[in-house]
C-alpha cells in the first residue's frame, strides 16, 4: 500500500490533517510531556487545522447551488466530526468550554449534511462530456490490459471525461490492436473514429482545438454510442454513491470514502488518512469503431472478446481461445486444439488426435489407429503408423490454424496429402 497521488489542493488538505492528527495525539500525552497548560490552544489548532482542511475539499466549479451544497457538507461534516472529537474527550479531561458544544455542533452538522442533501438534488449530476481539444494519449505500445495492446505511433483523439475524470477517448488517427491468444497474435486493424474507454489512458500534451468536422465527426460516433454508458448517483445523508461504469466506482460513508479508478483503490478517511492500493482492480477496455468495418474489442482482466469483419474471438491469452470466420473456428482448450469446417474436423490433444472428413474418420493414441468409414471399423495396433498419423495430423491442425489467423481459407486437400501415405497404407 503506498500514498495516494493527490493535486496540489489535496494534497495541502491531507497535510493539515497529518498536523491534526499529530497535535491530537500530543495533547493525549500532554500530562508525560508535560504540556497541560497549553491544552486549550493545541485543541483550538486541531479545530482549525480541520476546518481549513475542509475547506480545501469544497468543489468551487459547481456552480452557486452546487459550492453551497459542497459548502454545507464540508461545513457539516466537520461540525459532526469535532462534536464526536468533543464527546469523546469529555471523558480524557478535556476542558468544559469545549465540552459545552458537543450537543450544538451535532445538531449542527446534522442539518447542514441535510441541507447539503437536499441541494444535491438540484445540482446537476456528473455526466460524460466530450472534449473539442485534441490530445495525444500515452505512446507507441499502449497496454490497454495484459493481453490487449494498441499498436500506434500514438493515439490522437478527444477526451472524453466523467466530471474531471478521464474515461475514454474518441481517436481520429488509425490505429492497430495487439491482442495475446493461445494460438498466437492476433492484429486487428482499426479504422477511425473510434471510441476507447479505458483506465489505462492517459493524457499526454494537448495538440489543438479539433475543427468542427473533426468535432461532429468524434461527437456522432460518441452520441450513438452514449446511451449505452452505465453510471448512477445516488445521495442521501451520510452516504453517496457513484459509478460509471466498470471504470469508476466511489462508495462515501460518513467520513469514511472508497473509490476503485484505473486499477486502484482509494480510501479515504477525513480528516487523516488517504491512502492506495494498486495492482487488485482487473483491467477494462472497450474498444468501438462505428464505420463499414465495424470493431467491438472488449477487455475484463485478461479476457479479450472481439468481433470484427466477419471475425469473432474469445481468449484468456493463458489457457482459453476461440476463433470464428464464417462457417470456419479454430478452439485450445486445456482438451486440446480443434479445428472444424464445414467438411472435416481435426483435433489434436495429449492423448490422442482425431480426424473426421467425408466418408472417413480417424482416431489415433500412441499405440493404437482406429479407422471408421460407414459401418466399418478398423483397429490397427502399429505404434509406428500410430506416431506417423499424430504427428502428421498435428503439423496440419498447427498449419491450418496458423492460415486461419492470416485470413486464409483451411484447405481440405492440404489434410488428404498430409495423411495420404497412411491412408494408402492402412487401406491398401
Known amino acids: 500500500m503506498r500514498k495516494a497521488r493527490l493535486n496540489f489542493v489535496d494534497e495541502l488538505a491531507y497535510v493539515l490533517s497529518t498536523f491534526s492528527l499529530v497535535l491530537i495525539i500530543i495533547w493525549l500525552l500532554r500530562s508525560p510531556l508535560q504540556i497541560s497548560q497549553y491544552s486549550r490552544y493545541i485543541v483550538y489548532a486541531v479545530v482549525f487545522l480541520m476546518f481549513f482542511s475542509k475547506l480545501l475539499q469544497i468543489k468551487v466549479g459547481a456552480g452557486v447551488t452546487g459550492l453551497v451544497s459542497s459548502f454545507a457538507s464540508a461545513v457539516g461534516s466537520l461540525a459532526l466530526e469535532v462534536s464526536i472529537m468533543f464527546f469523546v474527550g469529555s471523558y480524557l479531561g478535556l476542558e468544559q468550554e469545549f465540552t459545552r458544544y458537543t450537543l450544538p455542533l451535532f445538531l449542527t452538522g446534522v442539518i447542514l449534511l441535510i441541507l447539503s442533501w437536499k441541494l444535491g438534488f438540484i445540482v446537476p449530476l456528473r455526466k460524460t462530456t466530450l472534449r473539442k481539444e485534441i490530445y495525444s494519449f500515452e505512446s507507441k505500445g499502449m497496454q490497454l490490459g495484459e493481453n490487449l495492446k494498441v499498436k500506434a505511433e500514438e493515439i490522437i483523439g478527444l477526451p472524453i471525461e466523467f466530471g474531471n475524470i478521464l474515461v475514454g477517448c474518441v481517436a481520429i488517427k488509425d490505429l492497430d490492436l495487439d491482442i495475446n491468444t493461445t494460438i498466437g497474435k492476433i492484429l486487428i486493424p482499426i479504422k477511425t473514429p473510434t471510441i476507447i474507454f479505458s483506465s489505462s489512458l492517459r493524457k499526454k500534451n494537448k495538440i489543438r482545438d479539433a475543427s468542427t468536422e473533426e468535432y461532429e465527426s468524434a461527437k456522432s460516433l460518441y452520441m450513438s454510442k452514449k446511451d449505452e454508458e452505465k453510471k448512477s448517483i445516488i445521495k442521501l445523508p451520510f452516504i453517496e454513491v457513484e459509478e460509471y461504469g466498470d471504470f469508476y466506482e466511489s462508495v462515501r460513508f460518513g467520513p469514511i470514502r472508497v473509490s476503485e479508478e484505473g486499477g486502484e483503490s482509494k480510501i479515504s478517511i ?77 483435433k489434436v490433444s495429449e492423448s490422442s488426435v482425431s480426424v473426421d472428413i467425408p466418408g472417413i474418420k480417424l482416431v489415433a493414441t500412441p499405440k493404437l489407429l482406429v479407422l471408421s468409414s460407414g459401418s466399418r471399423s478398423q483397429r490397427i495396433e502399429d505404434q509406428e503408423i500410430s506416431r506417423r498419423f499424430i504427428e502428421s495430423v498435428a503439423r496440419i491442425i498447427r498449419n491450418q490454424v496458423s492460415d486461419l489467423l492470416n485470413g486464409i481459407e483451411p484447405d481440405i486437400a492440404d489434410v488428404y496429402a498430409g495423411i495420404d501415405s497412411i491412408l494408402k497404407k492402412v487401406g491398401g
Open 270 to 346: 477525513t480528516p487523516f488518512i488517504n491512502i492506495v492500493e494498486s495492482g487488485k482492480d482487473k483491467k477494462k477496455a472497450l474498444v468501438l469503431s462505428n464505420n463499414k468495418k465495424k470493431v467491438i474489442v472488449k477487455l475484463n482482466g485478461k479476457k479479450v472478446k472481439a468481433s470484427w469483419d466477419g471475425w469473432k474471438l474469445v481468449t484468456d491469452g493463458e489457457s482459453y481461445t476461440f476463433l470464428r470466420k464464417g462457417s470456419v473456428y479454430a478452439k485450445d482448450s486445456i482438451d486440446g486444439l480443434m479445428l472444424k469446417t464445414m467438411n472435416y474436423t481435426l
